[in-house]
Every structure is written in structure tokens, then in C-alpha cells.
């Protein structure tokens, strides 16, 4: 496995850590930073493809 695209990685695991922290905190409630944690990953799973363009996902397969 490789990081493939490492801004779109960056921007998910800061995503993630920051919404963990206010959970963690009691800044938002439970509900309200599953349902963020969920959009997230599902930006950072997502197919890769917007529009014409094609642009990398995060992990791509290790080169041959």
C-alpha cells in the first residue's frame, strides 16, 4: 500500500483527529461526531473521480 494522493491523506487524518478531540472534549456531542467522522471517511474512500478528471485516491496499490 502506498500513499498515492498525500494532500487529500492530510486532510483526513486532521479531519478525524480534530473531530476525535472535540468528541473527546464534550465540545460536540456523540451523534453529531459520528455522523462527521462518517462523511469524512467517506471523502477520503471515495472513488477518486470528479467530474472529467481523474484525480488519485488516498492508498493505491504498491507499484510492480
Known amino acids: 500500500m502506498n500513499i498515492t494522493n498525500p494532500p487529500k491523506a492530510l486532510i483526513v487524518m486532521f479531519g478525524l483527529a480534530s473531530i476525535t478531540v472535540l468528541m473527546a472534549l464534550g465540545k460536540i456531542e ?26 488519485p485516491p488516498i492508498i493505491g496499490r504498491k507499484p510492480k
Do not use: D, F, H, P
Not at 31 to 43: D, E, K
Open 30 to 55: 456523540q451523534s453529531a461526531g459520528t455522523g462527521l467522522i462518517g462523511s469524512i471517511v467517506g471523502y477520503g474512500i471515495g472513488n477518486g473521480i470528479r467530474g472529467t478528471t481523474e484525480t
